[in-house]
């Protein structure tokens, strides 16, 4: 295994078991076929729920809403930008010609989907435990409070909260499409919320920026349709 890999496992505290997650983790699409979109989707799954634990942990006492408000916080890409870089994930990725001329490597979105894959990763390779205590690692320095709050809430967090507070489900997304070259593609997302009828789609760079626009076209549906 390369040196750098080996010193991104001792950043992490966790030494894999099965290395081919790792590398998988760190490949970008535009880079190989082979690439860490669903370990994405996994670790993503696997953040939340390590999150919630230490909400739960650390500020019990906070109702539902407001715990939800402060994960939204920690789990949004701006915070998983900061803590890839601070592992050094742009230092260890890896990336199509195309990508690194345009920047990828300090792209917020790729690091962050980058970051939960790594996440994701280290489930498979260790199970939730140990996935879990990376989580709370990665999120020692980060100062976790009741008063975390998200102004300037991105569109996904809004619609969250906006359906959180009238006590209906979260909103389902889903990739219908994708379009352009494998270091330059563009997602097509598509919002449901089941409860009210309704869908919108959005489209964007990666997955979590077509999620945002998704989530921006049926905020503004709602705010036309549904009395606030």
């Known amino acids: ?16 078991s099965d290395s081919r997650l790792l590398t998988q983790a760190l490949t970008h699409r535009s880079f190989s076929s082979d690439h860490y979109e669903r370990l994405e989707f996994l670790g993503d799954s ?7 634990d230490l909400l739960y942990a650390q500020l ?6 407001d715990l939800s408000r402060v994960r939204a916080n920690l789990v949004k890409q701006e915070t998983l930008h900061q803590l ?9 990725i890896k990336l199509g010609e195309g990508e690194i001329r345009s920047g990828g490597s300090k792209r917020p979105s790729i690091l962050a989907d980058a970051l939960e894959a790594v996440i994701g990763a280290v489930y498979l390779d260790a199970g939730y435990a140990e996935a879990r205590a990376l989580v709370h690692r990665l999120y020692e320095a980060v100062a976790i409070n009741p008063q975390m709050d998200a102004i300037g809430k991105d569109p996904k967090t809004e619609l969250q909260e906006w359906l959180q507070g009238r006590r209906m489900k979260l909103p389902l997304y889903k990739v219908v499409g994708t379009t352009g070259a494998a270091h330059k593609q563009s997602f097509d997302i598509e919002c449901e919320i089941a409860e009210l009828r309704l869908s919108e789609r959005g489209i964007g ?12 076209a049926m905020l503004q549906t709602i705010k036309s349709k549904v009395k606030q």
């Open 84 to 92: 890839a870089v601070g592992i050094r994930l742009p230092d260890v």
């Open 60 to 65: 019990g006492q906070l109702p539902e809403g």
């Open 205 to 216: 760079g990666s997955r979590r920026a077509g999620e945002q626009a998704a989530a921006a």
């Open 1 to 16: 295994m390369a040196d750098s890999l080996l010193e991104l496992q001792a950043r992490l505290q966790h030494t894999f």
């Open 46 to 52: 696997v953040l939340g729920l390590a999150i919630s």
